[in-house]
């Protein structure tokens, strides 16, 4: 009876935890979620110096919190964590992830350095995460998407949260 009702308890607080990873430096952004450690990563995908007008991000797996990577599924591609390019030109491109097109990503270069640029609530923000709080116990809705990311006037940090 104690260790059914312990494992209810760690359960319950596992699905309250925000899963904080530490963001390798090429990473464009991660996707994290409260389900469990493994997360998305986008990474910037260049063709002789260029970007790959055809496809300028690399999405992942990284499972078993860190240990291995494995490709989208075509089911993550086409229903969630794909992402779709809207324009592109060899120094820039206009993305959304297949989940919420409303959520355009401008990919570009940024004092020198590759990164994701999106426009939340009147401010633009140098993309870094995205984390989605799925409703527990079956973890099949999406009650909201936390953005995290640099201010690009400030250099603050934000956190801005989409309800879809």
């Known amino acids: 009876m104690k260790q059914s009702i312990l ?5 319950a607080l596992s699905c309250l935890t925000t ?21 998305i990563c986008y990474d910037i995908n ?12 690399n999405a992942y797996w990284v499972l078993c919190e860190g240990q ?5 599924t075509f089911l993550d591609r086409k229903m969630a964590f794909g992402v779709k390019v809207i324009s592109a030109e060899k120094d820039e491109a ?5 989940a919420y097109k409303d959520l355009s990503i401008r990919i570009c270069k940024h004092k020198g350095k590759w990164v ?7 401010h633009e923000m140098i993309l870094e995460k995205m984390y989605a709080y799925m409703k527990p116990p079956m ?12 201010d690009t006037q400030t250099g603050e940090k934000r956190r801005e949260r989409i309800v879809p």
Do not use: M
Not at 7 to 11: E, K, M, P, V
Not at 116 to 122: A, N, P, R, S
Not at 139 to 150: L, N, P, S
């Open 94 to 98: 206009l993305v959304h992830l297949t």
């Open 139 to 150: 973890c099949i809705r999406c009650e909201y998407v936390d953005i995290h990311g640099i």
């Open 116 to 122: 994701g640029i999106v426009k939340l609530h009147g």
């Open 46 to 57: 260049l063709q002789d110096g260029s970007l790959c007008q055809k496809a300028p991000l």
């Open 68 to 72: 291995k990577t494995e490709g989208l």
């Open 19 to 39: 899963w904080s990873i530490e963001i390798p430096k090429e990473h464009i952004f991660v996707f994290e979620r409260n389900t469990n450690t493994n997360y």
């Open 7 to 11: 494992c209810t308890l760690l359960y």
